[in-house]
Every structure is written in C-alpha cells, then in structure tokens.
C-alpha cells in the first residue's frame, strides 16, 4: 500500500525511511519519466483486468480509467516530478490520489512494479521501433533515388582502398542500401521479441489474483504471453537485440559516412557536399566540413557502449528481478535518442549530394580491367593461374614505364602470352567490363535494374 506521504509503493516492513543517499541513488525518475504515456496505458488495461477479476466493481473500475484519463491530461499539460517521486510509477500513483482519492491505492492489487516496467519498457520499445523502422527507411529512399538516377555512370569499386574494378554508381549506392534493410530486419526481430506479454508476472510468481493476461495481451498489442513469471521479469532479451539492431544499424552508416567523406575529398573529388549538412572552419574561408557525416560516424562507437553495458550487466545476474535492471532504459534511450538524431541526418546529407561524375569516370583506369584481360585468355582455353600470370606481367611492365596497360604496344601483349590477338584491347573497356558482370548481384545494367526493383519492393513490404 502507498505511503501517505510519498506514495511510494513500499516502505511498510521498514522502521525509518531511506538514507538520502541511497534515495539519489535509487531515483530513477529522471530516466523513466518518458514512459508515463506507456505507464497509464498498461495501468488502464491492468485496470480492466482487475474488473474481469472482480477485485473492482464496475463503477470503481470506470472512475480508475477516468482518473488515469486525467493523470494522462496532467502530463500532456506538463506535471513534473516532486523530489518525493521515486519513479514514473510513483508519479503517476501520486497524480492518481489527487483525482480519485484512496481507490487509487487498488490499482496496484496483484502487480508489481517489476513485471509493471518491463511492461512499460516493451510497449516504448515497440514503439521506438516502429519509428526507427521510418528513419532507416528515408535513409534508403534516399539512396534509391540516387541509384535510380545513376544506373549508367561508372566509377571504381576499391579492396583494401585501392583501386579494383570498375562499376556502376547505382551498385555502389545500392551496396550501402542492403546493409540497411538487414538492420530493418534485426528491428523487426526485436520487435518479436518485445512484443510479449510480462504483466500478470507479479514479483517473481505471477499474481494471485483471477487477472485475465489473454485480454491484457490483446487491449495492449502484445503477439504473446510471457510463459514463466521468474524468466518475465529479468528478461531484458529484448533490450540487448533492440540495441545490436542498433549497433549495426550505427555500424552501416558509419560505413556509408566514411566512404562519402573519402569521396568528398578534393583527393577524390567524387562528391560535393550541400550547405544544409555542412558547416564552415573558424579560421579558413575554403572549408566545407561534412560535419552530419562524421557525427555519424562517430556515434557508432556511442551505441555499442550501450551494447555493452547492458549485456555486461546481464551476464552476471541471478535469476528474477535485480535492481541492477534498472539501468538498462538508460542504454536503450540513450541509443534509441542517437538514432532518433543520426537517421535524418544522414538521410538528409545524402539528399542534397552531387555526384561529381566525371571524376569517377576519369578515376577509371585501364590497369583496373587487369581481370577482364586474363578473362579474356581463359575464354581462349588458357587456366586462369597462368593468365593471372602473364597478366601480372604485364602490369608491371607499365608501372615500370609510367603507363596505363591500353598504352602498351600489341607486342608487348603477344610477348607475355601468345594467346593475345588483335582484339585484345577490347578487353580493356570499362563498359564492357561492367556489362559483362550481368549474374544476379552484378554490376551491369540489367543486374542492377533486377536490384532497383527488389529494393523498391523491400520498402513497400
């Protein structure tokens, strides 16, 4: 029962109250103040749930959702926490006496506030989902729009950042939209695993009470019901997946920032960058700093802190509810806030990108069909390791003389194997090296069409 006072939700086995200390320490209020809407509606249906149990009558059970109507109308019009409130929990039982006096104390007849939070936490998880879904989603629009607009242009693909093969700019914005769509799919995993049911779990044994947990399920929008009270309220399972969807979802677009910021470099010069995801330098005029794009880059390294600080603290836990759980809302909103931020950055600097793609098309040079040369003697029944041979050969015949492999005369193709014919500079196309390359998955332009089509069909589903 309440404590008159405080309202907090305990205290009635103990003599004196908490030391201050251990009173700033335990207030989590500041932290899980964000699920007060998510609070009301568990406590609204846990409301209901008690009507169903005959623990309230009819008309109590309408006058607590009326009261939980009005706590909801105190925050929206902005209610903020007493130095007396322990938790949002606690908040929301103090507004609730104010409107509807001591029945608010039943609200809280066969719950506990262990399966209440995890409740509360899975309702704002799904949510926060359902919302990160959207901001991975405009990041990939925009990289499909782009890529539709650039299926014919060519620029080199790089290993170890050098210079490999020449390939479309389609397949290259298209190989940072994939990576996003498996982290869609991680969300929607973590949506599974949060959408079940904790409320009804009591302390640790399930309540006591005849609660009806299917219609709770149901009013609330869970997929399913929690099997064992013990494992319900320690799991955090979907907290930990909720934030390695997020670490990798952080990952890609680190990834997808350090390429354009290598390419906008005047190094490069493969992209220039707009004004509105652009900040100046203090010091020289010149600058154009893709300042969205490192930010990016570096809030990855914040998101797996929070990993890691959630599953540090879960590997060495008992069994059941420890307070040790307390913390874990602040990984989750702390990533979930950064994501929240970095998404329509992201999506918004790549929006407002020009693709400088004559400087693509000049970075691609002869040495990189070096592959499509020794192709070209496999085709005519030489093994691939003796072509890679004479072709290597080759090579290093015109880095020695300071000249693209087109440069060489024909004799010095025929010299390094007698295979080579007179149409052995074809071979050397970039055009036909890239349409050559049509397997599903490709670079040519049909493969890449067969890929602008199925991730146009990826966000629709």
Known sequence: MSDGATHKLWGGRFAGGPSAILDAVNRSITVDFRLWPFDIQ??????????????????????????????????????????????????????????????????????????????????????????????????????????????????????????????????????????????????????????????????????????????????????????????????????????????????????????????????????????????????????RNPDALELTRGSAARVFSDLTSLVMALKGLPSGYNKDLQDDKRALFDAVDVMALVLPAVAGAVDELTFRTDRMRNAVTSVMMATDLADYLVLRGVTFRESHAAVGALVRQAEEQRLELHELPLSAFTAAHAMFGDDTLDALSAQASVDRRSVPGGTAVTAVRAQLDAAEASLKA
């Open 42 to 287: 568990l406590s609204r249906a846990w409301a209901r749930g008690l009507v169903h149990g005959r623990i309230l009558t009819d008309d109590e059970g309408a006058r607590m959702d009326a009261g939980l109507a009005a706590v909801a109308d105190d925050f929206v019009a902005g209610a903020q926490p007493l130095p007396s409130d322990e938790d949002v929990h606690t908040m929301v039982d103090r507004l609730l006496h104010t409107h509807i006096g001591e029945l608010a104390s039943k609200l809280h007849t066969g719950r506990s506030r262990n399966d209440q939070v995890a409740t509360g936490a899975r309702l704002w998880t799904m949510d926060a989902i359902e919302q990160l879904d959207l901001g991975i989603r405009g990041v990939q629009s925009v990289l499909l729009k782009h890529a539709e607009l650039h299926q014919h242009d060519l620029l080199p693909a790089y290993t170890h950042l050098q210079r490999a093969q020449p390939v479309t700019l389609a397949h290259w914005l298209l190989s940072h939209f994939w990576p996003l769509s498996r982290d869609r799919q991680r969300l929607a995993d973590a949506m599974r695993t949060s959408s079940v049911l904790p409320l009804g779990s009591g302390a640790i044994a399930g309540t006591a009470f005849p609660i009806p947990r299917e219609l709770l399920q149901q009013e609330l929008g869970f997929a399913a019901l929690s099997p064992n009270s013990i494992d319900a309220v320690g799991d955090r399972d979907f907290v930990a997946d909720t934030l390695y969807a997020l670490t990798m979802t952080a990952t890609h677009l680190s990834r997808l920032a350090e390429d354009l910021i290598l390419f906008g470099t005047s190094e490069f010069g493969f992209v220039q960058f707009g004004d509105a995801f652009s900040t100046g330098s203090s010091m020289m005029p010149q600058k």
